[in-house]
């Protein structure tokens, strides 16, 4: 049998194509082996900016993500020569949020400098690094020396005095209000003192507390000797006329009232203006002066009767059906027509502007967060920054807001929270529960 013999030209091409094929091959490889290990995101962390303070104990709490799976993760805290692995973490998926308790004492980590560094792998070129220079502090402030107001009712005000060492921020607690201390207007460097409020809505016996920070989220609490005592305000109800809704609340309300109802005019006006002023003072009252402004007691509104006091709480019925409520922050003085409004007490004008329910009002400041308002008013005669003493005229009463008379709304606040204005017209109060301890 005679053998075929195949052209050389044709054993070339054979070979040629072969080469074509695994050279294409080869690329092919390269590429999907760069898919996979090269040209692929680097893994995304989050949320580690808070690793720069390490306290006695924190929850070290980020995210990692990554468009394929994650392989591994891991924290670990450097501190001179010792690496101490906090957390190591496999097969991870695309995205996870850690939340890890650390305590550097259960780690023989010490006061002093160390670095954070969280290692994230997705692939053979695909990982990221964080190293973040971290603060190890686990030492707490210490509180000692407490004196404060024994009993404060609800609605009213007490004081507090402490000596207080290592701390950054120091305030008092009243159920979820913070309230801030400042350092002692006649001690030494480590005393702070404050005013605190105790809103109407606190319970009674709730505890008042006095927290210390040191600014690396380390907190000392201690429960002062202030007991709350329990308080009843009056209750009344108002029957709201069509009347008086087409009369007083509509033309408050202008172009904002068109198409609401006259119970949802109401409501507009009673509780979500009552809100905006109330959250508009509560922003003033935080800043104040670091000393008392104030000296004895406060004055009244010259030769007025009251009206209405604080406290008081008041539902609102239109044809018999309860539609709305509120609480009056002050007490309504009435004297005669644009009677002369006096300062009650030394300080700092801090605003002079026009309120949804207020009308025109005036807030002086008296120092240590404590402030009086006057609202209502058919004029004001003082500017904001303008120094003022007990007994200057500032303005006129007037019936501008939501007022149904020409009369002065006076209130008092601390640190924005509205406190009871009767006990600030008394001497021997001022004296016995606020001077005594800020004193002594």
Same mark, same amino acid.
């Given at each position: 049998?005679?053998?075929?013999?195949?052209?050389?030209?044709?054993?070339?091409?054979?070979?040629?194509?072969?080469?074509?094929?695994?050279?294409?091959?080869?690329?092919?490889?390269?590429?999907?082996?760069?898919?996979?290990?090269?040209?692929?995101? *680097?893994?995304?962390?989050?949320?580690? $900016?808070?690793?720069?303070?390490?306290?006695?104990?924190?929850?070290?709490?980020?995210?990692?993500?990554?468009?394929?799976?994650?392989?591994?993760?891991?924290?670990?805290?450097?501190?001179?020569?010792?690496?101490? @692995?906090?957390?190591?973490?496999?097969?991870?998926?695309?995205?996870?949020?850690?939340?890890?308790?650390?305590?550097?004492?259960?780690?023989?980590?010490? *006061?002093?400098?160390?670095?954070?560094?969280?290692?994230?792998?997705?692939?053979?070129?695909?990982?990221? $690094?964080?190293?973040?220079?971290?603060?190890?502090?686990?030492?707490?402030?210490?509180?000692?020396?407490?004196?404060?107001?024994?009993?404060?009712?609800?609605?009213?005000?007490?004081?507090?005095?402490?000596?207080?060492?290592?701390?950054?921020?120091?305030?008092?607690?009243?159920?979820?209000?913070?309230?801030?201390? @400042?350092?002692?207007?006649?001690?030494?460097?480590?005393?702070?003192?404050?005013?605190?409020?105790?809103?109407?809505?606190?319970?009674?016996?709730? *505890?008042?507390?006095?927290?210390?920070?040191?600014?690396?989220?380390?907190?000392?609490?201690?429960?002062?000797? @202030?007991?709350?005592?329990?308080?009843?305000?009056?209750?009344?109800?108002?029957?709201?006329?069509?009347?008086?809704?087409?009369?007083?609340?509509?033309?408050?309300?202008?172009?904002?009232?068109?198409?609401?109802? $006259?119970?949802?005019?109401?409501?507009?006006?009673?509780?979500?203006?009552?809100?905006?002023?109330?959250?508009?003072?509560?922003?003033?009252?935080?800043?104040?002066?670091?000393?008392?402004?104030?000296?004895?007691?406060?004055?009244?509104?010259?030769?007025?009767?009251?009206?209405?006091?604080?406290?008081?709480?008041?539902?609102?019925?239109?044809?018999?059906?309860?539609?709305?409520?509120?609480?009056?922050?002050?007490?309504?003085?009435?004297?005669?027509?644009?009677?002369?409004? @006096?300062?009650?007490?030394?300080?700092?004008?801090?605003?002079?502007?026009?309120?949804?329910?207020?009308?025109?009002?005036?807030?002086?400041?008296?120092?240590?967060?404590?402030?009086?308002?006057?609202?209502?008013?058919?004029?004001?005669?003082?500017?904001?920054?303008?120094?003022?003493?007990?007994?200057?005229?500032?303005?006129?009463?007037?019936?501008?807001?939501?007022?149904?008379?020409?009369?002065?709304?006076?209130?008092?606040?601390?640190?924005?929270?509205?406190?009871?204005?009767? *006990?600030?017209?008394?001497?021997?109060?001022?004296?016995?529960?606020?001077?005594?301890?800020?004193?002594?």
């Amino acid at each position: 049998m005679a053998l075929r013999r195949i052209p050389a030209t044709r054993m070339k091409k054979k070979g040629k194509g072969k080469k074509i094929f695994l050279t294409l091959a080869v690329v092919l490889a390269t590429l999907l082996f760069a898919r996979q290990y090269v040209f692929v995101q *680097d893994p995304v962390i989050t949320g580690y $900016e808070t690793f720069k303070k390490l306290p006695r104990k924190k929850h070290l709490v980020f995210t990692i993500k990554n468009d394929r799976p994650i392989k591994s993760v891991s924290v670990v805290v450097v501190q001179g020569l010792r690496h101490v @692995t906090v957390m190591d973490d496999r097969n991870v998926g695309k995205y996870k949020k850690y939340n890890i308790l650390f305590e550097p004492r259960r780690f023989a980590i010490e *006061d002093g400098k160390a670095t954070v560094s969280i290692n994230a792998v997705s692939g053979i070129f695909s990982r990221t $690094e964080i190293s973040v220079d971290s603060t190890v502090d686990t030492v707490p402030p210490v509180i000692e020396q407490v004196v404060s107001t024994p009993f404060v009712k609800q609605g009213s005000a007490g004081a507090v005095k402490a000596r207080v060492v290592g701390a950054e921020n120091v305030y008092v607690k009243v159920g979820s209000a913070e309230f801030p201390m @400042t350092k002692s207007f006649n001690d030494g460097k480590d005393v702070y003192c404050t005013i605190f409020p105790v809103p109407f809505s606190v319970s009674a016996g709730a *505890d008042v507390l006095l927290v210390a920070d040191d600014g690396n989220d380390n907190y000392r609490t201690e429960r002062l000797d @202030t007991t709350v005592v329990a308080r009843k305000f009056r209750r009344s109800r108002i029957d709201v006329s069509d009347g008086f809704i087409e009369g007083h609340i509509i033309p408050l309300l202008g172009a904002k009232g068109k198409g609401l109802s $006259e119970v949802e005019a109401l409501r507009e006006v009673n509780e979500a203006w009552r809100q905006e002023d109330n959250s508009a003072i509560g922003e003033v009252g935080q800043r104040s002066e670091d000393r008392p402004l104030w000296k004895g007691r406060f004055l009244q509104l010259k030769g007025s009767r009251v009206f209405a006091r604080f406290g008081d709480k008041r539902d609102y019925y239109y044809h018999g059906e309860k539609i709305s409520s509120s609480r009056h922050l002050g007490y309504d003085l009435a004297s005669v027509r644009h009677a002369p409004v @006096t300062a009650a007490n030394g300080g700092i004008v801090v605003y002079v502007g026009d309120r949804l329910i207020y009308g025109h009002t005036i807030i002086i400041d008296h120092g240590l967060g404590l402030m009086s308002l006057y609202g209502h008013m058919s004029l004001t005669s003082v500017r904001a920054g303008q120094h003022v003493s007990k007994g200057d005229i500032i303005g006129r009463t007037g019936n501008t807001g939501l007022a149904l008379g020409d009369h002065l709304h006076f209130g008092i606040y601390v640190h924005g929270v509205p406190v009871d204005p009767l *006990d600030w017209w008394d001497p021997n109060w001022i004296k016995n529960k606020i001077m005594r301890v800020l004193l002594s």
